[in-house]
């Protein structure tokens, strides 16, 4: 019968780790976790910018409609209420940290040049502002869309 004390194998090697290669094996765990945790502002930022994006085509989606409401005769750029429309505030939370965006809307009304009677193309350029310490950014989605004469 062979028998061996607990600190050594059959083959005279001994069991577990080294104080080194436990050292070694901590400083590569903590690099991982420093290279994982430094990706969390940037993943944050592109939430922060998707969740705009997002509200940003919600108010241009609203602009259209609005303007949809309108006669034919009123869908020109002569005309105050669609020159004039007033900025959208809308309130966010993220991760508990509550942000006021101003969306401003730029409308832009022409005929199509095919059937400028009936047909008309729609832009509706919606923008806001990001600041941050590194200076403002300006930030804009454009949808565009073509609405006809009912009358037709």
């Keep these: 019968m062979v028998r061996f004390s607990g600190r ?47 509200l940003a085509n919600q108010v241009a989606t609203q602009e259209i409609e609005f303007l949809k409401t309108l006669q034919w005769d009123e869908l020109s750029m002569d005309n105050d209420e669609i020159n004039e ?5 809308v309130t966010s939370t ?4 509550t942000h006021n965006t101003t969306f401003n809307s730029i409308i832009r009304i022409d005929p199509l040049t095919e059937d400028p009677d009936n ?7 919606v923008s806001w502002v990001i600041g941050s310490s ?16 009912p009358e037709q």
């Design 134 to 149: 590194r200076g403002d950014k300006f930030y804009y989605v454009q949808l565009e869309t073509m609405l006809n004469n």
């Design 8 to 54: 050594k194998w059959p083959s005279g090697k001994q069991r577990g780790f080294s104080l080194i290669e436990l050292l070694i094996a901590l400083t590569i765990f903590a690099v991982s976790l420093l290279a994982i945790y430094g990706t969390f502002p940037v993943a944050m930022q592109a939430i922060t910018k998707a969740e705009k994006n997002f």
């Design 94 to 97: 993220i991760n508990g940290v």
């Design 119 to 125: 047909i008309k193309v729609v832009r509706v350029q």
């Design 85 to 89: 429309r007033p900025p959208t505030v």
